[in-house]
């Protein structure tokens, strides 16, 4: 059983950066790969960014390329999303995700994941 617990969610201006977080409690399970999804309201989860964690390959939305910045401490079993020029449509609430079964990698693709943080919500303002 893994628990991934996300924080760094606030309420920011357009042209802004935040940082969030995702600490995962269980660090005797593997965990392949970690990602970042984002849901608003009325919309669909959408992938964000995921990284594989033993090679560090990092695949984004390419809404968010240049933009945001995924990265993981392995040691910690800690990810990151670094997240620059805030735009009013990135407003949504953000969830950690992570897959240790080995299953194969679809980085952005929901159904690949199984294991869900709660959220945290991140606003920008228009």
């Known amino acids: 059983q893994v628990q991934l617990v996300e924080s760094g969610g606030d309420s920011v201006q357009a042209g802004g950066s935040l940082r969030l977080s995702c600490a995962a409690t269980q660090r005797t399970v593997r965990i392949y790969y970690m990602g970042w999804f984002r849901e608003a309201p009325g919309k669909e989860r959408e992938g964000v960014a995921s990284?594989?964690?033993?090679?560090?390959?990092?695949v984004y939305a390419d809404s968010v390329k240049g933009r945001f910045i995924i990265s993981v401490d392995a040691a910690n079993n800690t990810l990151s999303l670094q997240m620059n020029s805030l735009k009013p449509e990135d407003t949504a609430m953000y969830y950690c995700?992570?897959?240790?079964?080995?299953?194969?990698?679809?980085?952005?693709?929901?159904?690949?994941?199984?294991?869900w943080g709660q959220g945290t919500q991140v606003t920008v303002p228009s």
């Open positions: 990284i594989y964690t033993s090679i560090s390959n990092k």
């Open positions: 995700a992570a897959e240790t079964a080995g299953r194969r990698w679809l980085p952005l693709d929901r159904s690949s994941y199984n294991y």
